[in-house]
């Protein structure tokens, strides 16, 4: 008896260790959701809260990949949608601003990696509308786009940490893009805009943007991931990851996936390199001025330190 008890005890111990793992397993998104709508009635407030909160929930509780995260590894992130115009009882006209950004070794600092607005967003909801998403058949506008932006949110980290690493999650953004050319929304063909959803999955998977992902990998692992022990060599590292984006602008000059990069990082390199050594000052406001022209006073501030 006392064998079976010891026995039992020990199976008990298995299950409550293996519970304990089992729930330290996270999805993938910590993404914070907020619905606005400057001109919203006090009757529209209540359909806007349970959007936002059936979003949150559907964005946070999906599993988005076959990887396994624990709860501090889960990627931070926010989606902002301001509801411009409610066109009828259940479809909406708006806006979406785009977030993320991964956390820096031995650092409390977030970098970000993500930084965009889509004002081709129009969509279909009904209050307390169960939220469902299959990239292979596109039924909801709503849900195709937060899966298509979450695959980039996905494949942008991915590209932080290994070179190329996010290309799986590309390729499914890439999907729903395929997927969704049937659908009377816009924001998805090559046609009707340069610089909307069917373009940035374009520009990240073809080849004459390897330079850029090859800038998002090393920026972020062999530059400011290695500032804390080394500041300098950090820094030269960075230097180094932004003049390599001189090649995507020689061969695709203001394209889209660019600007979205400069988007997420420009106040960023403003930042790192306004206390630069002045060689290294010189030779990033060069690259940068001729690569992001839209930005070109804002660099030159680094020249004076930032100010």
């Known amino acids: 008896m006392g064998y079976m008890k010891m026995k039992l005890r020990q199976i008990f111990l298995v299950l409550l260790v293996l519970a304990a793992i089992t729930s330290a397993k996270a999805q993938e998104l910590n993404c914070s959701v907020s619905v606005l709508s400057p001109n919203a009635t006090e009757s529209d407030r209540t359909i806007y809260s349970t959007l936002q909160n059936s979003i949150r929930e559907f964005l946070n509780t999906r599993k988005w990949t076959n990887d396994q995260f624990l709860n501090q590894e889960r990627i931070e992130c926010s989606i902002t949608i301001t509801i411009s115009e409610r066109v009828s009882v259940d479809e909406f006209k708006a806006n979406i601003q785009i977030q993320s950004r991964r956390p820096v070794y031995k650092s409390s600092y977030n970098s970000p990696l993500f930084n965009h607005q889509d004002n081709d967003f129009t969509f279909r909801y009904i209050q307390d509308q169960l939220l469902e998403f299959d990239e292979a058949n596109i039924n909801s506008n709503l849900t195709a786009v937060l899966g298509y932006y979450t695959y980039i949110i996905i494949g942008l980290d991915y590209d932080s ?21 049937s659908v009377p929304e816009r924001g998805w063909k090559a046609f009707e805009n340069q610089r909307n959803r069917f373009w940035l999955v374009e520009n990240l ?12 990998y090393k920026y972020h692992r062999t530059g400011f ?17 932004i003049k390599g984006l001189k090649a995507v602008f020689n061969n695709r000059p203001n394209s889209f996936a660019m600007q979205v990069f400069f988007n997420a990082k420009a106040d960023e390199v403003i930042s790192l390199f306004s206390q630069a050594p002045a060689d290294e000052k010189s030779q990033v406001v060069t ?21």
């Open 161 to 181: 940490y290994s070179l190329e690493g996010g290309t799986p999650y590309f390729l499914r953004a890439q999907n729903v893009v395929n997927n969704a050319q």
């Open 205 to 216: 998977l073809h080849v004459q943007f390897k330079a850029l992902r090859s800038c998002m």
């Open 225 to 241: 991931d290695v500032m804390s022990d080394n500041l300098t060599e950090g820094r030269a590292a960075c230097l180094e990851a």
């Open 287 to 307: 690259v940068l001025t001729q690569i992001d022209p839209a930005n070109t006073l804002k660099y030159n501030a680094i020249s004076s330190g930032g100010k």
